[in-house]
């Protein structure tokens, strides 16, 4: 990798910077392959004040069991950092510190306490071992010692809050002093301050990451110019001087954006280049490559790169591996599914946990055992899966079913914000199953569900206002729910729209247009057209009346329009019903 090159002026405590000043409009990649959804983009350390605190570190280091100068090779080895300059030259350093780092690293700094370098390496290791109070000592220990690289990271300790108190005005001092000691590092953080947040200033992060050159400043200039100023076109261009510095997420964003044709024109060659780029760094990125070749419809390499990534611990890959094994009419192969499933949950796909459970629910590849598949829905919900109606409906299918779990993990599952279980739960409470019948509470929870997009809750929510259920009969709110619904394209919302208008119930009296609603509900809908068949005579005479004119003029009706809905208007009626848009 090209040397970093830093062109910074001292100016006491600050730094002098190029400014530059671009227009910009973004968009974010996405890629879906088979369920699974590849994610994109860095996040920021900068996060929201905490209380952390590291005030009561025990100082004390464990003695050390061996010479000063073993443990200080040890130490070395096993938690030098490959961007401190303070390292021995002939240590390579390491990016994340093994375990073992923690015992050695306290045992060279009990030795040579007052030697930076061992201080701030035994604060990596600490971090590392997710000990942040002890981990910010050591660095701030450090940073007092003259250590540059132990400055970032008790700066980057005030910015996140690991080990001490989050102080944001703390973290941006400390990057900028480091910053004008000619770390490249410390200039990148105050950039990624400055281009989101309560403090946002886009020529003022540009200015800062401009001023250094290094792969990760290219990196955060291009996600400001892709997230923050919206310019595709910019952002690619800092995405290319990036991956000039071969950093693997430049490859992967350069993927997208020849994949989608975000920025540059669509290419999908283009695309599996710099996502097999990628890939040597990055083997989340193999879903991608696999539906390059599934487009391609070679079947053969698509598996192959699926295997490949799931050998190197790509979850999403072995999740796809089973679905394609679950779900595919050509390749569909039980007991394989199960074992890629398996896998993917090894390596910590929650999702492949509910799939396992379906499969025992469904008795395939193994022998059907509810119980077995309510154990992993339970599993995967603990782990954050929002399953609830999985598990909900698995104790609905055992025999006898038990409906009061259900019910009870339908309640679970609405109170944690689990939208597609709001529906289920107002209709236990409507219906008196696993609970005594209350009409109160199912409004609440339809009303919650429609509120949150469900459209058949919104037509559940007029039927209520029709009927006085739960609540006082007001017509006017129930035509008001009943339009939500049919906005949504719900045929029965629209079909009881038409029945207020038709009878003039809130609404003034409209005869055609409760005609064409309801010819947009019985044409998209066959329960629709079975139900006004059964029951037509609940329709007012005059309506019958229209919508006979509107089968004569649209679906062939020859008899007469005199409301009676003989065997010629059920004829037409079926014409209607047969209708696809």
């Known amino acids: 990798m090209r040397a970093a090159k830093l062109k910074l002026k001292r100016i006491g405590e600050g730094v002098q910077v190029k400014r530059a000043t671009i227009f910009v409009h973004a968009c974010v990649f996405t890629f879906v392959l088979l369920g699974a959804v590849v994610a994109q983009g860095e996040e920021m350390k900068f996060t929201e004040p905490g209380s952390a605190s590291s005030e009561n570190v025990d100082q004390q280091s ?20 490959p961007k401190d300059k303070d390292k021995p030259a002939d240590v390579a350093g390491v990016d994340q510190p093994s375990a073992e780092a923690v015992e050695a690293c306290a045992a060279a700094v009990t030795a040579d306490p007052q030697n930076a370098r061992l201080n701030y390496q035994a604060g990596r290791a600490y971090r590392q071992s997710k000990d942040f109070a002890k981990a910010f000592y050591y660095f701030d220990r450090a940073s007092s010692l003259g250590s540059l690289r132990a400055a970032v990271a008790v700066a980057d300790a005030y910015s996140t809050g690991a080990g001490v108190a989050k102080d944001f005005d703390k973290a941006v001092e400390l990057y900028t002093r480091a910053a004008s000691r000619g770390d490249p590092e410390a200039v990148v953080e105050i950039g990624r301050y400055y281009s989101k947040g309560p403090k946002k200033n886009v020529d003022l992060a540009v200015n800062w990451l401009t001023s250094v050159e290094t792969g990760e400043a290219f990196m955060a200039l291009g996600n ?12 690619l261009k800092w995405y290319r001087k990036a991956a000039e510095l071969k950093m693997p997420h430049a490859y992967r964003l350069l993927g997208e954006a020849y994949s989608l044709g975000r920025g ?3 290419d999908a060659e283009e695309a599996l280049m710099w996502d097999k780029l990628a890939w040597e760094a990055l083997p989340q990125v193999t879903t991608k490559i696999a539906r390059y070749y599934q487009l391609a419809g070679d079947t053969e390499q698509m598996l192959q ?57 469904d008795g395939l590849g193994v022998q059907q055992d509810i119980p077995r598949a309510i154990d992993y829905y339970r599993i995967a919900i603990e782990k954050g899966a929002l399953v609830y109606w999985e598990i909900a409906n698995a104790y609905q299918l ?7 779990s259900a019910f009870e993990w339908h309640k679970k599952g609405a109170e944690a914000g ?102 947009l509900a019985m044409a998209t809908s066959v329960e629709v057209c079975s139900d006004f068949k059964k029951n037509s005579s609940k329709w007012p005479h005059g309506f019958l009346q229209a919508f006979q004119s509107r089968l004569a003029d649209r679906y062939s ?23 696809k848009d």
């Open 264 to 266: 540059v024109p669509q």
């Open 224 to 235: 400001l110019y892709l997230t923050e100023v919206q310019n595709d076109a910019i952002a």
């Open 557 to 579: 009706y020859q008899g007469a329009s005199d409301g009676k809905l003989g065997s010629g208007s059920m004829t037409a009626i079926d014409t209607l019903c047969a209708k």
């Open 398 to 404: 055992l025999s006898p079913s038990d409906y009061r």
């Open 305 to 361: 790169w699926l295997e490949r990534g799931a050998a190197r611990g790509d979850a999403l890959s072995a999740g796809a591996l089973g679905r394609i094994y679950r779900y595919s009419e050509t390749d569909r192969d039980f007991a394989k599914a199960m074992t890629w499933f398996q896998k993917a949950d090894e390596l910590g796909d929650k999702i492949a946990l509910v799939e396992i459970g379906r499969m025992y629910q």
């Open 418 to 519: 689990a939208s597609s279980v709001m529906f289920n739960l107002a209709a236990n409470y409507r219906d008196g199953k696993g609970v005594k019948q209350n009409y109160k509470e199912a409004l609440v929870w339809f009303k919650k569900a429609a509120e949150l997009g469900d459209k058949d809750a919104m037509n559940q929510v007029g039927i209520f206002y029709h009927d006085g259920r739960g609540t006082k009969l007001n017509y006017i709110e129930a035509g008001r729910w009943y339009e939500k619904a049919g906005a949504a394209g719900h045929a029965w919302g629209n079909r009881n729209l038409a029945f207020l208008f038709a009878h003039g119930q809130g609404v003034n009296k409209d005869t055609w247009l409760a005609v064409d609603l309801l010819e």
């Open 62 to 81: 464990p003695v050390n069991p061996t010479g000063s100068a073993d443990a200080s090779i040890q130490c070395d080895r096993l938690a030098a950092d």
